[in-house]
């Protein structure tokens, strides 16, 4: 099975055939929109930003070290991935570089409320950096369901999705359903024989192309080359109600009543959310 890759999609084939049934799809130039693509790169980093940080596991990174760092990674000898840097709070100047952000095709995006951001449950816009032989380091789905879009602006990445359906030949961890205890690079059968029965979907994105993954698709990636790509994620009715139970279960695990609390204010910021998504199709 080969991912499905499509060129001048319209906003109502999207909806009907990828989003709404929830099948993964790589915009071969929805990107073409952002002032960014064709613009992103290492060099062009160091030159404009070299000073920005962010913190990977512990240890403080500028983009100058981050991009000499993916630069000289190999896959016997990988840098750490991912490297993300907010873009928002890091370089805000790198916004009116990505607009329009949902790319004419990644709305309505519940997350753009100001509510949804407080409850620090996704809606950041990110940026990825990688280097030869960076694997990320589970196989997962997104927390809260949410849809994930990745646009890759420089370098090559391979990707691995699993169709829905798969859920229960992928181990989710006891602890953590949204990870699998499945090392899907190298996988033990013996450990986990029902593995063998997945048909994973293995393709690449290159520059300029954006993938679309739909809540609930498992999924995970490897840098091929140095890589810099942004990603973001969407809610709205769609996938709202597997977003509640998230809210719920993450919640409480620290208390019944910090569940209640969360999962009252996300409901709020939902009516907001949709009350100004009815008066925009006014």
């Given at each position: 099975m080969d991912i499905i890759r499509r060129d001048n999609i319209t906003y109502e084939e999207f909806m009907e055939e990828h989003y709404k049934p929830g099948i993964p799809l790589v915009f071969t130039n929805a990107a073409k929109v952002w002032k960014a693509n064709g613009l992103f790169s290492p060099d062009w980093f160091r030159e404009n930003y070299p000073d920005r940080k962010t913190d990977v596991r512990g240890q403080i990174l500028t983009i100058k070290q981050a991009m000499d760092m993916v630069e000289a990674s190999t896959e016997e000898k990988p840098a750490v991935y991912p490297i993300i840097f907010d873009i928002p709070a890091t370089i805000p100047e790198l916004?009116?570089?990505?607009?329009?952000?949902?790319?004419?095709?990644?709305?309505?995006?519940?997350?753009?409320?100001?509510?949804?951001?407080?409850?620090?449950?996704?809606?950041?816009?990110?940026?990825?950096?990688?280097?030869?032989?960076?694997?990320?380091?589970?196989?997962?789905?997104?927390?809260?369901?949410?849809?994930?879009?990745?646009?890759?602006?420089?370098?090559?990445?391979?990707?691995?999705?699993?169709?829905?359906?798969?859920?229960h030949l992928l181990y989710p961890r006891p602890d953590d359903p949204w990870r699998s205890e499945v090392n899907v690079f190298e996988p033990d059968y013996n450990k986990h024989p029902l593995f063998k029965e997945a048909t994973p979907i293995n393709f690449v994105v290159g520059p300029g192309e954006t993938l679309f993954i739909p809540f609930g698709t498992?999924?995970?990636?490897?840098?091929?080359?140095?890589?810099?790509?942004?990603?973001?994620?969407?809610?709205?009715?769609?996938n709202h109600k597997e977003f509640m139970k998230d809210v719920w279960t993450f919640k409480k695990r620290d208390s019944k009543l910090k569940a209640v609390a969360m999962y009252a204010y996300a409901a709020v910021a939902t009516q907001t959310s949709k009350i100004s998504e009815a008066l925009k199709g006014k």
């Open positions: 916004m009116p570089l990505l607009d329009p952000l949902d790319l004419n095709y990644a709305s309505p995006n519940w997350l753009k409320n100001k509510m949804f951001s407080l409850g620090k449950w996704g809606g950041a816009t990110e940026m990825f950096v990688g280097g030869p032989g960076g694997r990320f380091p589970y196989m997962h789905i997104d927390y809260y369901h949410l849809n994930a879009w990745i646009t890759q602006l420089y370098g090559k990445k391979r990707f691995t999705v699993f169709p829905r359906g798969q859920e498992w999924h995970t990636a490897y840098s091929l080359t140095p890589t810099i790509s942004v990603a973001f994620d969407t809610l709205n009715s769609k």
